[in-house]
């Protein structure tokens, strides 16, 4: 990859895409310190404390729309991307669904503790996870009792969240669910509730022993099937999907050395040649939040991210609503012909919104990048470099460039039978400007990442 | 102009992908069309009404006799005016005029009682119980509609669904009650929604845009590449096309209330008359959570129901559609007994349903509510909200139901042979 296109490569997938300008700004920096600056913001602030205080009064976390406006507008606007991006992978890893937690501020709550931790050690970030108040009610955490044991949070966290099926018996299920007896919420706060707890022996995985939730969690953290298998989760999410065991082993092994610390696993990846490889380009279909988030921040947009919550819905992705604990299944499946249509119809939507006096929502000229294109191939290839790193074939840009040539029939009445100049008639400049976006946002290859 | 279902896939193509197809394989189109297996529920189609929000059954089909009823009820329940009577114990809302007419015909399923096993007073979670047919429904989030959608009579000569199998109608995404393990089902809020949209200000660019979207997605064989995404793409374009062709064929003498649910309703009669092969629809109906002032709410949204399916009904009437055609209400639990403060009723557990059409077995099922016999406030549960679906899958598509269902759901028989 050259260095613009990995550089944008880099920005699409460990975060919401590029904003105008800011990959030359990070290039600058160079890739290796770009990386690092994503993995450790530290002193780079989000930018997002002085909205958090003016909007404060604004949002009521006790509504659930406010919290996905909430974090939609930290994608849109956050100074430090992969902090937003690894909230988003964990809240698909963890899944939790607001309707059956039911309580807005709790899916608030699970939402910084993705932020907060979602970049240090996988066992801690578990132990978290267990004791999260949306998690306890999803999982029914709550209704584990020493003489019921629940079993459906024990069968998920071995599941789903970490080792995998294959790799535990019945047995194991319900010895665990034993150790997480009385784990309970009191007052929307995690609560061990001595007199619930299940004080006995048990055997789970092969350890015998007194062992309680915490125990389990570590035996989880520290097994060598959750290192497998969440590595290859990660790969999947930033680099393709279904990677080979040779491809993956470098990767596992950074995982064990650091005991499963996911900032260094991502280094590794971000660094490693494979992620740059020709084969993980646009090697993924883009969730709805990544196209639509991508394509706000690509056109400079304002547009109001409350409108974004339910078009995204309409796309298959309704955030802190995972239609159940598995997740989004992601991937092809993000695209059938009604989720297709939808973000064609966020794309017109997103180029022709009107605001107050005729303000746009978006910029379009942003695409030009400073530079006035003078012909329609020019105005089509400087879009496709700015929308696209320039990548999309010939004969698409083709069908662009013949958009772009081709008349209105209504101007052309307007003008007397004459065909408009697009550079000089500022009407059809706007015209078919925000159709051409309209257009490459809705090629195939914008549905790609 | 009606669009035959040959003329639609025939103008399609034979590579046409499943509308709504995740695209992984291109389907060979249902070569045959679910209109013409032959098999025994052939070109049967299901509508599916979800009453969202818990629509309150007693005031919905009315126990009057029961003198509890005004008691418990002292502003909420209706009087002797404000129902029609159905027999000396049971009244429908008064609102419900068009359904009272056809339960006099015979083609009216009252179903009472209408629930299942330690009800949840959670929407969501007796939402998802009722869409799933699952007591346990987050384990597996299929719906029950589209495991009899993707059910095969035969697993070693599987059945080619048809290109519109089922369509779910409404915003918000698919409904859980459609979610099918392989057949991709489509929702749609309306075909506008399914349509290229030009910027309103220039709207003499829309042809363009349509030319240059075409070609992006190779509709005249090129450009390759892009694989899947393109395929879709392909598709969309061509089923949008195709749909706003069937429907422009459509047209009818019955005028439709004005109401969301009749705009919905009428677009499912302009799909069954352009015969492109679907099965299973459904739509939503909100606003039952009638926690305050129930009254006019409920009067409101009855209205809208009966009256909407009524014009819907004598639409296919009309198209000499109505003997394949069933309407099935559901309502993802029923209201307290008593009254609250409010004038309103809380989240309750059993209530009643309808399922109407021509072939439909009409009658009352299941027993008259005891008010003086009541569990937790709330009326029990006498009728398994699955033995109504299995009569549905059984009786009217004739597959077997206890392959989607489980087994033990038999009893009730809800359709005329």
């Known amino acids: 990859m050259e260095p613009r296109i990995r550089m944008a490569h880099l920005l699409r997938r460990a975060g919401f895409g590029p904003a105008p300008g800011e990959v030359e700004a990070r290039l600058n920096e160079g890739f290796e310190q770009t990386v ?46 992969l902090i937003e991006k690894m909230t988003f992978l964990w809240h698909g890893h963890f899944a939790t669904a607001i309707s059956k937690v039911g309580n807005p501020y709790l899916m608030y709550l699970q939402n910084q503790l993705f932020r907060e931790r979602g970049l240090g050690s996988f066992g801690d970030l578990l132990q978290r996870v267990a004791r999260d108040p949306a998690m306890l009610v999803w999982l029914d955490g709550s209704a584990n009792r020493k003489a019921h044991p629940n079993e459906n949070f024990a069968r998920e966290v071995m599941e789903l969240f970490t080792i995998g099926r294959g790799q535990y018996k019945e047995a194991d299920v319900q010895e665990a669910a034993r150790a997480f007896s009385g784990w309970n919420l009191r007052d929307d706060s995690f609560f061990f509730n001595a007199s619930e707890h299940d004080v006995g022996p048990k055997t789970f995985l092969g350890h015998e022993g007194n062992l309680d939730g915490s125990d389990v969690l570590n035996i989880l953290a520290e097994h060598p099937a959750t290192a497998e298998r969440v590595t290859s989760k990660l790969f999947s999410f930033f680099v393709y999907e279904n990677p080979e065991p040779p491809t993956l082993a470098p990767f596992v092994q950074a995982w064990r050395s650091t005991r499963g610390n996911i900032r260094e696993v991502l280094r590794a990846m971000f660094l490693s040649p494979v992620f740059s490889s020709e084969r993980a380009f646009r090697a993924q279909v883009k969730s709805p939040a990544e196209f639509v988030i991508g394509a706000i921040r690509s056109l400079g947009g304002t547009i109001t991210p409350r409108q974004v919550v339910s078009l995204m819905a309409r796309m298959g992705q309704d955030l802190f609503n995972p239609p159940s604990v598995k997740g989004w299944d992601g991937g092809k499946a993000w695209i059938s012909t009604s989720t297709l249509f939808e973000r064609l119809n966020f794309a017109a939507s997103i180029t022709t919104a009107r605001g107050p006096k005729g303000t746009s929502h978006i910029e379009p000229e942003r695409v030009f990048e400073g530079v006035t294109p003078t012909t329609p191939r020019q105005i089509v290839d400087l879009a496709v470099g700015h929308l696209l790193d320039g990548v999309l074939s010939e004969p698409t840009r083709q069908a662009l460039v013949a958009y772009v040539e081709t008349p209105d029939p209504q101007r052309m009445k307007e003008l007397g039978g004459k065909s408009p100049s697009i550079t000089s008639d500022t009407r059809t400049m706007d015209e078919k400007l925000r159709g051409l976006i309209h257009l490459i946002l809705s090629t195939p290859d914008f549905q790609l990442s | ?69 005004p008691k418990l009820r002292p502003t909420v329940a209706l009087s002797e005016s404000e129902l029609l009577k159905l027999d000396e114990r049971l009244g429908l809302h008064a609102a419900l005029a068009p359904f009272r007419e056809r339960f006099a015909q015979g083609t009216l399923a009252v179903v009472g009682g209408v629930g299942y096993p330690n009800p949840d007073r959670s929407h969501f979670l007796s939402t998802a119980v009722w869409q799933t047919a699952r007591l346990d429904p987050y384990r597996e989030p299929t719906g029950w509609l589209g495991r009899a959608i993707d059910f095969q009579p035969d697993p070693r000569h599987p059945r080619e669904p048809a290109a519109l199998e089922a369509l779910g109608i409404g915003g918000g995404g698919l409904t859980p009650a459609l979610y099918a393990p392989r057949t991709p089902v489509p929702s749609l809020l309306s075909l506008d929604a399914f349509s290229v949209q030009p910027d309103r200000r220039y709207p003499a660019d829309a042809g363009a845009l349509r030319t240059a979207l075409g070609a992006m997605y190779g509709e005249n064989g090129e450009p390759a590449g892009a694989g899947f995404v393109r395929q879709v793409g392909r598709s969309a374009l061509r089923s949008s096309d195709e749909l706003r062709a069937a429907v422009a064929g459509y047209s009818s003498m019955v005028t439709y209330p004005k109401s969301g649910l009749s705009d919905q309703l009428r677009l499912i009669a302009q799909l069954l008359t352009a015969k492109v092969g679907t099965r299973i629809f459904h739509v939503t109906l909100g606003g039952f959570d009638t926690h305050a002032n129930q009254k006019p709410q409920q009067r409101n949204l009855l209205a809208q129901l009966a009256e909407g399916v009524s014009a819907f009904l004598e639409d296919l009437k009309a198209h000499g559609l109505d003997e394949r055609v069933a309407v099935l209400t559901y309502s993802e639990f029923g209201r307290r007994v008593q009254e609250n403060a409010s004038a309103g009723t809380d989240h309750g557990a059993a209530s009643s349903l309808f399922v109407v059409g021509a072939k439909v077995a009409g009658g009352l099922y299941g027993p008259a509510p005891d008010l003086s016999k009541l569990e937790g406030g709330d009326v029990p549960f006498a009728v398994d909200f699955r033995s109504v679906y299995a009569s549905v899958l059984r009786d009217w598509f004739k597959i077997p139901a206890e392959r989607i269902l489980g087994p033990n759901f038999a009893g009730l028989q809800l359709f005329r042979a």
Do not use: K
């Open chain 1, 36 to 81: 690092h600056l994503l993995l450790e913001p530290g002193g780079v602030s989000d930018g997002l404390g002085e909205i958090d205080r003016q909007i404060g009064g604004l949002l009521d976390f006790n509504n659930i729309e406010d919290v996905r406006t909430w974090w939609i507008y930290r994608m849109i606007h956050s100074q430090c991307p």
């Open chain 2, 1 to 69: 102009m009606g669009i035959t279902r040959r003329r639609f896939l025939g103008s399609s193509g034979a590579t046409l992908v499943a509308l709504g197809g995740s695209g992984l394989l291109p389907r060979m189109a249902a070569a045959l069309g679910a209109e013409d297996t032959g098999g025994p529920a052939s070109g049967r189609s299901l509508v599916v009404i979800q009453l969202a929000g818990g629509n309150d059954g007693l005031n919905t089909v009315v126990p009057y006799a029961d003198p509890h009823y």
